[in-house]
């Protein structure tokens, strides 16, 4: 801790996220906020000397990072709950719990005394717990009783058991776009599980691969479900917090690549969905007892603005807040400038703009700080990019100081400004 001013400016209420249709609430009031992702919190920093690193150093920087964060305002983490690959699995949380817990609980206590909450990604790699016991992803979604699905269901049971009483974590997070992952077998026979050649040294990432062929893909009503098993296993055990599914915006044409599972379809339909079709597909995605519609937004050249309108009806139809766990302008327009790109502040003004206007209570810039070599971009380091800082502390202070009922229909004048919001990023691109 860097000092006794920013513990007691920032200190966390015992008080949980809840909702009440969708209205986000936390003390009774309605809740709004922005946050950030830094995936690699956990394992590149507290874990790095099972990686080679130096901890201390680690622990510094990453004490120094949250430092940051929590004097600019923004207070919200989601996060990579386990290392990425199955080895690094194996190595930490399996072969040596006792420290992986400690480790938690110390990067748990770092944020609570910043007061940050946390929003822990229970499953990023959608093949991790696969490639421990040597089984396929069709194992894993569609056979509760196998040996991945089981050793999946006692990570998340432990850590939900040892957390549940615990306001540092704002909500659960099942996945990490895993709907980026489903009805794409035509396109990869091989399997949708990386790393596909397993002819390489690749024992540094997963030492018992399961098979790499067409076992290792799966379709989207299998994925609804697993992620709809795994919500229920997560509120069988956890009355205090929310869940949410970590997808991605779903691909233009994603209800007509499902039907093509459906159908076992030999050649990729990418027809473009129309909008009931978009609207049908997100449904089918977000199964009870999730609490929230969710998705992934990166402004592209050509805006995406009309996507996240129709994300934002469907999650008012099922009674639900629209919530955006990534947020950001596409690398396909920053390039290796980043948010030093001319266009990064000016476009991440109006996309805040847009999800202000759509009232979307919780959005999660990418990324903060984040130092993996080479780096996810684009990525906010704060003492270079100071403007886009400010701004992001400027959009907290003004959501934070709205206390107003959530709006629920999307009126005419919300329409007419998203138009003005995409005519001006059109402008600032072409």
């Known amino acids: 801790m860097a000092g006794t001013s920013v513990e007691t400016q920032y200190e966390i209420a015992p008080s949980f996220l809840t909702r009440k249709g969708a209205q986000l609430l936390l003390n009774g009031q309605p809740f709004r906020s922005l946050g950030v992702n830094k995936h690699e919190l956990f394992s590149a920093y507290y874990l790095a000397d099972f990686f080679g690193g130096d901890r201390k150093a680690a622990l510094s920087s990453a004490r120094r990072s949250l430092d940051n964060l929590a004097k600019s305002g923004l207070t919200t983490i989601r996060f990579n709950a386990l290392p990425h690959w199955s080895a690094q699995i194996e190595d930490t949380y399996m072969k040596s719990r006792d420290v992986f817990w400690q480790r938690f609980d110390e990067m748990v206590k770092d944020c609570q005394e910043r007061g940050i909450r946390l929003i822990p990604v229970l499953l990023w790699n959608i093949g991790a717990f696969i490639d421990i016991v040597g089984e396929s992803l069709q194992d894993f979604a569609n056979h ?75 379709s989207a009503d ?54 009931e079709e978009q609207a049908n597909f997100v449904r089918l995605v977000h199964p009870e007892p999730l609490d929230f519609v969710d998705c992934h937004i990166y402004l592209e050249r050509g805006e995406n603005f009309d996507q996240l309108v129709l994300l934002k009806r469907v999650a008012n139809e099922l009674d639900k807040p629209l919530y955006v766990g990534e947020a950001g302008i596409s690398v396909k327009v920053l390039g290796e400038q980043g948010y030093a790109h001319p266009v990064a502040q000016d476009g991440l003004r109006l996309l805040l703009e ?9 959005v999660l810039v990418w990324a903060w700080e984040d130092f993996c070599q080479p780096p996810h971009e684009p990525n906010i380091r704060p003492e270079v990019h100071k403007d886009v800082v400010a701004l992001l502390r400027e959009v907290q202070s003004r959501w934070r100081a709205n206390n107003q009922p959530s709006k629920r229909e999307i009126s005419d004048a919300q329409k007419q400004r998203l138009q003005s919001i995409a005519q001006r990023w059109r402008e600032i691109v072409k």
Do not use: C
């Not at 040294?201 to 062929?213: F, I, M, S, V």
């Not at 847009?354 to 919780?362: H, N, S």
């Open 354 to 362: 847009a999800m202000e206007t759509l009232d979307v209570p919780l």
């Open 144 to 218: 509760p009783r196998s040996k991945s699905r089981a050793l999946f269901n006692a990570w998340v049971e432990e850590i939900v058991t040892k957390y549940r009483d615990d306001p540092t974590v704002l909500f659960w997070e099942i996945t990490n776009e895993a709907n980026l992952t489903v009805d794409l077998r035509p396109m990869f026979p091989q399997g949708i599980v990386p790393p596909t050649d397993l002819t390489k040294p690749y024992k540094h990432l997963t030492r018992n691969p399961g098979p790499r062929d067409w076992r290792n893909n799966w």
């Open 222 to 275: 299998e994925m609804a479900a697993f992620v709809r098993e795994t919500a229920v296993l997560v509120k069988s055990i956890d009355k205090n917090h929310l869940v949410a599914a970590g997808y991605s915006a779903p691909r233009p044409s994603a209800w007509h690549l499902w039907l093509g599972s459906l159908k076992r379809a030999e050649k990729m339909d990418w027809t473009k969905d129309s909008e």
